[in-house]
C-alpha cells in the first residue's frame, strides 16, 4: 500500500538550534516529492519539489534531501518564524494526479 | 508566481444553506484543480479532482451530490455545499497545478466553513 510517514510528530527546538524532519515513503512508483510549509489558519506553500535519489534543494536555512525511501527537511539555525507545520507530498509514477501527503511535522522553534 | 486565490476565506451561516467557495489561480493555468478538507490538527483529506471541462473525480465516501464541483475555465474552480449541516463544518483547501507532469501543487489560503 502507498504511504507516506512523517516524523516526529511535533519537535521544539531553541533558536538556531539545527535539526532534521523525515518523511518515508512507499511508493511502487516515485514521480516527485514535494515539501510544503503550512502556518495556522492558511493553506500550504509550496518549498521543493525532488526527483531522483541523491538530489539536494536548499532555500535559506531550509535544504531538502532525498534517497530511494526517505526525504529529509533540515533545518540550520532555526528561528521562531520558521515555526509552522511542514508537510511532504509523494507523487506516484502511475498516476500524476495522485499525491499521498503525511500528516505533518508540527515544529515550534522558541526564540 | 504560481498564486492561488481562495474566497471567501470564512463563512458562517446557518444549517440548510448552501455555500459556495471559489479557487482561482491568478498568474497561470491551472489543468487540474484539486479539493481538499482539512480537520484540526490532521493532515489534509483528498475530497476530489477536477480537470478543466470535465466532471470531478470523487475520493471514495465523498457525496457528489452534496459537494458539487465545478472547472469550468483553466483559472476558476469551485466548491458548493449543498444544504449544509453542522457535520460539515471544516476548512476546506483548494490547490491548482500547471500541467500534468512533476508540477507541484499551489494552494490557497482555505475557507474556514462553520454552519451553526
Known amino acids: 500500500e502507498d504511504q507516506v510517514t512523517q516524523s516526529p510528530e511535533a519537535l521544539r527546538l531553541q533558536e538556531g538550534e539545527s535539526s532534521s524532519l523525515n518523511c518515508s515513503y512507499t511508493?511502487?512508483?516515485?514521480?516527485?516529492l514535494f515539501w510544503y510549509r503550512q502556518d495556522p489558519g492558511k493553506g500550504p506553500e509550496f518549498l521543493f519539489t525532488l526527483y531522483s535519489a541523491g538530489e539536494e534543494k536548499e532555500k535559506e536555512r531550509l535544504k531538502a534531501t532525498l534517497t530511494k525511501k526517505e526525504s529529509f527537511l533540515h533545518i540550520t539555525a532555526p528561528k521562531p518564524e520558521d515555526s509552522a507545520t511542514y508537510l511532504c507530498a509523494v507523487q506516484a509514477a502511475d498516476n500524476f494526479n495522485k499525491f499521498y501527503f503525511g500528516s505533518g511535522t508540527k515544529l515550534n522553534v522558541k526564540p | 508566481g504560481a498564486v492561488v486565490s481562495q474566497h471567501p476565506s470564512r463563512v458562517i451561516c446557518k444549517s440548510g444553506t448552501s455555500v459556495k467557495i471559489e479557487c482561482r489561480s491568478l498568474?497561470?493555468?491551472?489543468?487540474?484543480m484539486f479539493w481538499y478538507r482539512q480537520f484540526p490538527k490532521q493532515s489534509l483529506m483528498l475530497m476530489a479532482t477536477?480537470?478543466?471541462?470535465?466532471?470531478?473525480?470523487?475520493e471514495q465516501g465523498v457525496e457528489k451530490d452534496k459537494f458539487l464541483i465545478n472547472h469550468a475555465s483553466l483559472t476558476l474552480s469551485t466548491l458548493t455545499v449543498t444544504s449544509a449541516h453542522p457535520e460539515d463544518s471544516s476548512f476546506y483547501i483548494c490547490?491548482?497545478?500547471?500541467?500534468?507532469?512533476?508540477?507541484?501543487?499551489?494552494f490557497g489560503d482555505g475557507t474556514r466553513l462553520s454552519i451553526l
Open positions: 498568474d497561470f493555468q491551472a489543468t487540474t
Open positions: 511508493v511502487s512508483g516515485l514521480r516527485g
Open positions: 490547490s491548482a497545478r500547471a500541467g500534468q507532469g512533476r508540477q507541484p501543487q499551489h
Open positions: 477536477s480537470n478543466e471541462g470535465s466532471k470531478a473525480t470523487y
